[in-house]
């Protein structure tokens, strides 16, 4: 049919049907607002583990402009396009982004959460300290340790004397906290990427090393370990602590999870994917048993030792 024998169809129509031509130049629709959301709705980060491509992963949630993928090749769950290393050390660092979830949570759940705030240190006296057990059946006689992330360095406050510490982290406040703390006791702490920082250890110049709350930030967590495997000595030993994606509180809270923290968490295991993890490193898993794993804690601990 031609143009000009096409019937006038708005003609047809009584006013109050006429069609709204306006909604085609609303605010909201405007071309660059309209590119910018199609670039934010194409997953461009290829799996840290496994390294397929983005395109053969599956979305399982979006928090602001921030995407988790689940990589269907191997199962890991890690975060698209995370956060650069200057943001993750100044305005998006970790300690503003724990501080803004409990904020929230007090908010949404301010019974609950100042139950669990009184109750925290009680349970801190009552239980062993895991940390403190770990070293000791690792380190009986002391050593070198290399603490990645180590925030402000609280992990060692508890830790033997024989322990000489190295810190890494990108927070420039708390590095200088525990700069002081480990110099002390014969150790430094290094400011920058564990990646970068690692590389300026000398090749089996580590007896062990604490990943505490360090692997879920971490956007390339295998490549990480590798070079951290080079610094430790023969059979060296890690020991981890991560958020457990299978836990059965983020089965039963959903996208309210504690272990979900945007943008700074970025990479989520299972209890299968941090053994893969750990395993493509050229690590031994020499502890991960149930009571490490079970579903009833939101966290789950491994020890590895290199081989």
């Not at 605010?27 to 910018?36: F, G, S, Y």
């Not at 650069?84 to 979830?101: G, V």
């Not at 380190?139 to 070198?144: A, E, Q, W």
């Amino acid at each position: 049919m031609t143009q000009q024998s096409m019937p006038n169809q708005t003609a047809n129509l009584r006013p109050d049907h006429r069609p709204d031509h306006r909604s085609d130049h609303r605010a909201d629709h405007r071309p660059d607002q309209v590119a910018d959301q199609a670039m934010r709705n194409i997953a461009t980060t290829p799996c840290p583990l496994c390294d397929a491509p983005a395109s053969q992963a599956t979305p399982t949630m979006q928090h602001d402009r921030w995407k988790l993928l689940r990589c269907n090749t191997c199962q890991l769950v890690y975060l698209d396009n995370p956060a650069s290393i200057s943001e993750l050390s100044s305005e998006q660092r970790w300690t503003a982004s724990y501080e803004s979830e409990r904020a929230k949570r007090r908010e949404r759940r301010p019974i609950v959460t100042a139950l669990k705030d009184m109750l925290r240190p009680i349970q801190l006296a009552l239980r062993p300290h895991k940390l403190l057990a770990l070293i000791n059946r690792e380190l009986p006689r002391g050593g070198v340790v290399l603490d990645l992330g180590c925030g402000n360095g609280h992990h060692m406050a508890r830790l033997p004397s024989t322990i000489t510490p190295i810190g890494i982290d990108l927070d420039p406040d708390g590095v200088r906290v525990a700069d002081i703390a480990y110099r002390a006791r014969g150790g430094r702490v290094m400011l920058g990427s564990a990646i970068d920082e690692l590389q300026k250890l000398a090749p089996g110049s580590v007896d062990a090393a604490i990943l505490m709350a360090y692997l879920e930030h971490e956007p390339r967590p295998l490549e990480s370990l590798r070079v951290l495997h080079r610094c430790l000595k023969p059979n060296g030993s890690i020991i981890i602590k991560v958020p457990n994606l299978n836990s059965w509180n983020r089965r039963v809270t959903g996208a309210k999870w504690c272990g979900y923290r945007f943008p700074d968490h970025v990479t989520y295991f299972t209890p299968r994917t941090l053994r893969a993890t750990i395993e493509a490193a050229g690590f031994g898993v020499a502890r991960f048993g149930i009571r490490d794993r079970f579903p009833t804690s939101d966290n789950m601990w491994m020890v590895a030792r290199a081989k």
